[in-house]
């Protein structure tokens, strides 16, 4: 290879940049072109495949049921009229009846525009829902699945969310303070382990179920000590276990979190995840956040008041997880890796049995042991809070969040 073309082959790897144009945009401007593509799945054997997508419009004539077609991977102008007869679609036809049914009671010989538009936009949002979902799923590092489902309005995937496993730190933040030691112990429940050293008594029984008071913290051994990923002392590490779904909630506190299986009592569920950022940094932030009516901050108190989770734009699932003044789920503070104790982990773990199909749930106001709350920015006197209306419904609601 001549030095000219080291020097263009350098350019072309050296100056890739991920594309931001969907999928389907590119399969439609390749089949458009009639251009083969197999990194986007458009060979020369696909080239004029027709795949529905999904349904747009209904109409009767001379009693013949003709739907108008979105073809996948085609632009909108190709767009066919036809018969029930030529279509092999029945998940998407049922799909597109329910749609209807939501939006009319009766339809006559064609959809009415208004509907025909909402149906579409329905169609749409499921598309947009299915990627997002797959997205999370090839992020998240846990064995749980991730589900979305909304049956409620037209919302989409949220715009400025970013998934991620484990705390973002801020600029100027280091996380990287890990232990330096870790136990030797060939059964952890006999043998003076990781909580021991810390102080304190292991915090799970033999049914890995945690039994200690919330306010007391977990030392789970760390990637230091000999014992095996199957030890008993490693809970909160493993990551959700169970399958959870984000759904669009009908009470107005737009997304949530509701499990798919049971779950039993005193049960680790899920780490509350995001960006870490100074105490400063969060006042800032928290003026902010009350005057959009949203809460996302969560002080890491432990033992000092240093830094705060801000879950808004990075987080997990628990970014999704709605407030109750009766919550299913108790917050925890966990050391593992990193034992500074102004950085503990936030693990959240049932209160109670929690059936298959329940929306999960937590305190913002929480004390103890962390609090999540627009609180925990301290502004002076003379500055009105903006105070947030809680929509929790149990018997014992406080009124507002914050």
């Known amino acids: 290879m001549s030095a000219k073309h080291r020097i263009f082959y350098f350019l072309i790897v050296a100056w890739c940049v991920p594309c931001l144009v969907s999928l389907d945009t590119l399969q439609e401007l390749c089949r458009k072109e009639k251009l083969t593509c197999k990194s986007i799945g458009i060979t020369k054997r696909n080239l004029n495949n027709y795949e529905v997508e999904y349904l747009c419009d209904y109409k009767v004539v001379k009693d013949m049921e003709y739907y ?26 049922q799909q597109f009846s ?56 037209l919302e989409g995937p949220p715009s400025d969310f970013y998934y ?18 870790g136990c030797s112990c060939t059964d952890c429940f006999l043998e003076k382990c990781c909580p021991a050293e810390a102080g304190v008594v292991m915090a799970y029984n033999k049914n890995q179920q945690i039994r200690i008071q919330p306010g007391t913290p977990v030392y789970e051994c760390n990637s230091r000590c000999r014992c095996g990923p199957d030890c008993p002392n490693r809970i909160v590490q493993k990551g959700t276990q169970y399958s959870l779904c984000i759904f669009r909630t009908s009470n107005g506190c737009g997304w949530g979190v509701k499990t798919l299986v049971k779950i ?16 400063e940094e969060a006042e800032r932030r928290g003026q902010l956040y009350d005057n959009r009516g949203i809460t996302y901050l ?7 008041d240093e830094f705060t989770v801000d879950a808004a734009r990075y987080g997990n699932v628990s970014h999704f997880v709605n407030h109750s003044c009766d919550p299913n789920l108790q917050v925890f503070n966990v050391f593992i890796d990193n034992l500074d104790t102004r950085l503990p982990r936030i693990a959240l773990f049932s209160t109670r049995t929690i059936k298959a199909g329940e929306e999960l749930t937590f305190d913002y ?12 920015v301290d502004p002076s006197p003379a500055k009105k809070r903006v105070r947030t209306e809680c929509k929790c419904g149990a018997v014992t609601c406080r009124g507002y969040l914050n």
């Open 68 to 93: 108008l077609v979105k073809w996948k991977g085609w632009p909108d102008s190709t767009n066919t009229w036809e018969p029930l007869k030529n279509l092999k679609c029945p998940l998407l036809l």
């Open 98 to 153: 329910n749609d209807k049914h939501s939006y009319l009671s009766q339809v006559k010989k064609a959809l009415q525009p208004a509907v025909a538009e909402y149906i579409v936009k329905k169609a749409k949002q499921r598309i947009a829902l299915k990627r997002w979902q797959d997205d999370l799923n090839r992020r998240k590092n846990h064995k749980g699945m991730i589900f979305v489902e909304n049956t409620v309005d």
């Open 264 to 279: 039993k009592k005193m049960s680790f569920v899920m780490e509350y995840v995001g960006e870490v950022i100074t105490s």
């Open 164 to 181: 991620v496993n484990a705390y973002k730190p801020a600029p100027g933040i280091s996380l990287d303070n890990e232990a330096t030691f």
């Open 298 to 304: 969560f002080d890491l108190d432990y033992e000092s």
């Open 365 to 376: 106001q929480m004390k103890g042991s962390g609090e999540l709350s627009s609180d925990s």
